[in-house]
């Protein structure tokens, strides 16, 4: 009995050694002086490449006010929906700000930042020809959609479409023009924008209602709470000053009554 207790003791303390040795997410940051952040760029307009190839939008716009509130330097790292949450785990970025969704499941892989920063909605990105005029339509027909995206099995439980995942969002968009499917299935966010592009808006449209309204979160490394904890100050802040909705206009997304809800009770202090 006495053995199995040293034995527990020396294990206990090897794992407080070890959680000591583990740099500070936070420190780490302030030490290399740039903070990297894992967002979209392929997700027009909250995370897109520009001609010279930079990664811009309202989510880099974000990352670079967490970086400016750091005083460092700015690095940001493309990532998509099937493996945002692993490079943040493997420690390939700090902070991931790129259109994820909250969902139950994440919560037990990443750490969620509260208040919440956003909402959307899912829709699909329709060829004008195709026969489809309500949800209940899409019965036996063929979508693409992406690998990762929660709402992709929910869909095909509750309208019967056949859904056909690829990685990220240029593969689908692909393969919708490329006939191989009838319409895009994804965030309603993406569908308007890509709806604002030339190559889209003509043979295309979005003529069904959003449904599966969701939050979006952005995300640090699980028992990372100093970057937690600054990352929930700066939320709250964002709030307060309408740093959200100030975005939506400036990349042209229509506003969301999320954003304006979030910043008025932020604002009122309730």
Same mark, same amino acid.
Not at 229 to 254: A, T
């Given at each position: 009995?006495? =053995?199995? &207790?040293?034995? +527990? ?8 050694? @070890? ?5 500070? +997410? ?5 030490? &290399? ?13 909250? @995370? ?5 190839? @930079? /990664?811009? #939008? ?21 990532? +998509?929906?099937?493996?945002?949450? *692993? ?19 994440? &919560? ?14 899912? %829709? ?15 019965? @036996? ?10 709402? %992709? ?8 479409? *056949?859904?056909?995942?690829?990685? #990220? ?9 490329? #006939?191989?499917? /009838? ?36 995300? +640090? ?12 100050? =700066? ?25 304006? &809800? ?9």
């Amino acid at each position: 009995m006495r =053995i199995a &207790r040293m034995l +527990v003791g020396a294990l206990l303390g090897l794992l407080v050694t @070890g959680a000591a040795a583990r740099a500070d +997410v936070l420190d780490d940051i302030k030490k &290399r002086g740039t903070l990297i952040v894992g967002v979209k760029a392929d997700y027009k307009p909250f @995370g897109f490449r520009e001609p010279s190839g @930079g /990664i811009i #939008g309202l989510e880099p716009d974000l990352a670079a006010d967490v970086a400016k509130k750091l005083g460092v330097k700015l690095e940001l790292v493309p990532v +998509v929906s099937a493996n945002r949450m *692993e490079f943040l785990n493997q420690g390939k970025i700090d902070l991931m700000i790129a259109t994820m969704s909250d969902k139950p499941d994440r &919560r037990k892989v990443v750490q969620v930042i509260e208040p919440l920063y956003y909402s959307d909605a899912v %829709n699909i990105l329709l060829k004008k020809d195709a026969p489809v005029k309500s949800w209940a339509d899409l019965k @036996g027909k063929k979508l693409c959609g992406t690998t990762g995206a929660f709402y %992709n099995k929910d869909v095909a439980q509750q309208y019967g479409p *056949e859904i056909a995942s690829f990685d #990220g969002s240029d593969k689908p968009l692909l393969a919708l023009k490329n #006939g191989d499917c /009838i319409g895009y299935l994804y965030d309603q966010t993406f569908v308007v924008g890509k709806l604002t592009d030339d190559d889209w808006k003509g043979g295309y449209h979005m003529p069904l209602p959003g449904i599966m309204e969701t939050p979006w979160a952005i995300a +640090v490394k699980l028992g990372e709470t100093n970057l937690q904890k600054f990352m929930e100050d =700066i939320h709250k802040e964002w709030m307060k000053s309408g740093r959200i909705v100030e975005l939506e206009k400036k990349w042209s997304v229509p506003p969301t009554d999320y954003a304006k &809800r979030t910043h008025e009770k932020a604002k009122s202090g309730s």
